[in-house]
């Protein structure tokens, strides 16, 4: 019977032991999809253009067919898992076709992901608004731009993403860092 004890007895602290160090290991994180850099990168390109093409004056014809570009880099970074897809109403929604579903923080990069489409279409309604008019306001146009240059670092660093070869644009006389994830 002694024998049986310090059998189990051994048998338990191997268990223990080998279990352990698995246990406390932490997940690796998951390895985004290759194409995820070079949409990022496409996505520094067409906002360099951006900034570029406003400031500091406006050239709203240049313009306005970028802001379109950027909401497409933000559905390609979805479609191929870089990024968690926008949730649904209660409505039939057409589904993008997905190569990869998104296995990062969704909790900290959904909210990122929503800012940054409203970013864009906020500076798309102040170019289309100007659009038919004059030019748009200089500081207003300043001020979304420092936001969405502000959501697309907070987009690399909380949703994983690889930072940019040379980084992101910044507006003339104020740098914005990128964050590394």
Known sequence: MKKTITALSL??????????????????????????????????????????SLLPLPNVGAVTPLIGDLLGLVTALQSSGCLPALPTSGLPVPVPVKGVAYAGPVDQCLPVVMNLISSIAGLGGTILGAASGGLPDVGKITGILTTLLKTVTDLLSKCGLPAPPGGLPALPGLPLPVEHS
């Open 11 to 52: 048998v338990a602290a191997l268990f223990t032991a080998s279990s352990t160090p698995a246990a406390l290991a932490t997940p690796a994180a998951p390895e985004l999809p290759a194409a995820c850099a070079a949409i990022v990168t496409d996505l520094a390109g067409k906002l360099t253009k951006v900034v570029s």
